[in-house]
């Protein structure tokens, strides 16, 4: 700075000095300067306070995701065998069938033992995958669980609403229906 700008700023200083409004105004702005002073670390707190926040939600919101996937996984890996399973069961129908026509006193049929070995081994290994029969006769009739093919005319009171016969038999995977048994109900 040159000494005429130095000199030019003294008397415009004095001449502040000397007039009591503008005193007053620059008290003002030095006050103004000092909130304005506060206001960038208050503000700073606050873009602080708000990104902290939207890193908690993204967080939990990822957790969240993290958590789901994991499950849908774990759900999936359990009934990832379903399509084969289902498959199968028509299969264990028929090697039903053939021991019940076997057990008739009437029938000429003979369940032989070889083939009851593999029914009673394809059972075993359909059970340790997690298959469950659903027994259904003499049981209240549930929409939920059963398929109503037919209603005959209950043979006593009690059994109305009831399931008088299976005609296929319902199964569960794991705690999920995958097959509902076709049923026979008394009115």
Do not use: C, W
Not at 3 to 12: A, G, L, R
Not at 19 to 25: I, K, L
Not at 177 to 183: C, D, E, F, N, Y
């Amino acid at each position: 700075m040159s000494n005429e700008e130095i000199k030019d700023q003294q008397e415009e200083t004095e001449a502040l000095q000397d007039n009591p409004q503008t005193q007053e105004a620059a008290t003002n702005d030095n006050e103004a300067q000092a909130v304005s002073d506060d206001n960038p670390l208050a503000s700073l707190e606050k873009q602080r306070d708000e990104l902290k926040d939207k890193y908690l939600r993204l967080f939990a919101e990822f957790d969240n995701y993290k958590k789901r996937t994991i499950k849908e996984r774990i759900d999936y890996m359990k009934t990832a065998a379903q399509d084969t399973i289902v498959a199968l069961l028509p299969v264990l129908d028929d090697f039903e069938r053939a021991k019940k026509n076997a057990d008739d006193e009437n029938s000429t049929e003979v369940f032989s033992e070889g083939v009851n070995l593999v029914y009673q081994k394809l059972f075993s290994i359909l059970q340790q995958k997690g298959l469950e029969p659903m027994e259904s006769n003499g049981e209240t009739f549930d929409p939920e669980f059963h398929e109503a093919l037919t209603e005959v005319p209950a043979p006593s009171e009690e059994m109305k609403g009831k399931i008088i016969d299976t005609v296929e038999r319902g199964y569960k995977l794991k705690d999920k229906i995958i097959r509902h048994a076709k049923v026979v109900v008394g009115k």
